[in-house]
């Protein structure tokens, strides 16, 4: 598929994507959730070692703009990624890092 092929709200929805994808603690969280697991906003916070509040707010931000997906399981709620496409975005982004 090219780009020009590709609807206008289709467009729009990706850059969302990509926006919010564009910041290296989201990226983090990405690649903590690549291999299709779950993980809960205490599980992840430990893992990069930010403040939970902080962990919660990218959290937001990505399921907001359609990146992650949550579950609710008893008191916890899991987050993952809603399409397994969205990999290869991360395998792009290290892939197309410009070297000096």
Do not use: W
């Not at 969302?16 to 983090?28: D, N, T, V």
């Not at 902080?54 to 937001?60: A, D, R």
């Not at 609710?72 to 982004?93: A, P």
Request: proline share 1%; with cysteine; hydrophobic share 40%.
């Amino acid at each position: 598929m090219k780009i020009k092929d590709l609807d206008t709200e289709l467009l729009e929805r990706a850059a969302g994507m990509l926006k919010a994808i564009a910041h290296p603690m989201r990226i983090a969280i990405l690649s903590h959730l690549e291999d299709g697991g779950k993980l809960t906003v205490t599980e992840i916070h430990k893992l990069l070692d930010i403040e939970q509040s902080t962990t919660s707010h990218h959290l937001g931000i990505l399921k907001d703009k359609g990146v992650l997906a949550s579950e609710r399981q008893g008191k916890n709620t899991f987050y993952y990624l809603k399409h397994n496409s969205l990999r290869n975005i991360v395998d792009c982004v290290g892939k197309c890092a410009i070297v000096q």
